[in-house]
T-cell receptor, first 117, second 111 residues
């Protein structure tokens, strides 16, 4: 597609439920990033994929957070046993262009706003 | 990644030029400076990137002094639609390199 697409745009879940957030990156993009943005804050890095390999997951806040990208295209961020502090906007991004050249700005989707009740 | 410091907020009026300065004293030799714009309910959008001196595109200009310890984003003749949060980032900021956002600068353009 022309841009990064994320779904759903909004998700409301009860505390303790599992949720799955989807990211469709720009076609052919090798790299994919997930960020978490709390209200009034800048986005914070969660995890990074290069094709299907998850090369960096240092930003995942707990073992309840799990991300995958099995075929190197669509990625899913899963949060198990959700807590209220998980409420945030979850953003997906991939660099413009193909390959892994440095200095290519990241292109963001509009995010999924997750609200945990 | 180098830490950045930028004003929390700025007010301006339509038609004025807005200049946002970002400090990044610990910028590394290989780091680039990148600015993103974010509107409510949208993801950050790339505005401009530079390494040194001056970069200009159809949206903004980026001024970087010789020591590269700061940079200034210049938005010419702003309109109400330029009301947004502007983030300054330093780093390789690209494929394989996670972005580190600060709190950004909230720019409010008034009529």
């Amino acid at each position: 597609g022309a841009g990064v697409s994320q779904s759903p745009r909004y998700k409301v879940a009860k505390r303790g439920q599992d949720v799955a957030l989807r990211c469709d990156p720009i076609s052919g993009h090798v790299s994919l990033f997930w960020y978490q943005q709390a209200l009034g804050q800048g986005p914070e890095f969660l995890t990074y994929f290069q094709n299907e390999a998850q090369l960096d997951k240092s930003g995942l806040p707990s073992d309840r957070f799990f991300a995958e990208r099995p075929e190197g295209s669509v990625s899913t961020l899963k949060i198990q046993r959700t807590q209220q502090e998980d409420s945030a906007v979850y953003l997906c991004a991939s660099p413009k262009g193909q390959g892994t050249r440095s200095n290519q700005p990241q292109h963001f989707g509009d995010g999924t706003r997750l609200s945990i009740l | 990644l180098a830490k950045t410091t930028q004003p929390i907020s700025m007010d301006s009026y339509e038609g004025q030029e807005v200049n946002i300065t970002c400090s990044h004293n610990n910028i590394a030799t290989n780091d680039y400076i990148t600015w993103y714009q974010q509107f409510p309910s949208q993801g950050p959008r790339f505005i401009i990137q530079g390494y040194k001196t001056k970069v200009t595109n159809e949206v903004a200009s980026l001024f970087i002094p010789a020591d590269r310890k700061s940079s200034t984003l210049s938005l010419p003749r702003v309109s109400l639609s330029d009301t947004a949060v502007y983030y300054c980032l330093v780093g390789l900021g690209a494929a394989g390199n996670k972005l580190t956002f600060g709190g950004g600068t909230r720019v409010l353009v008034k009529p």
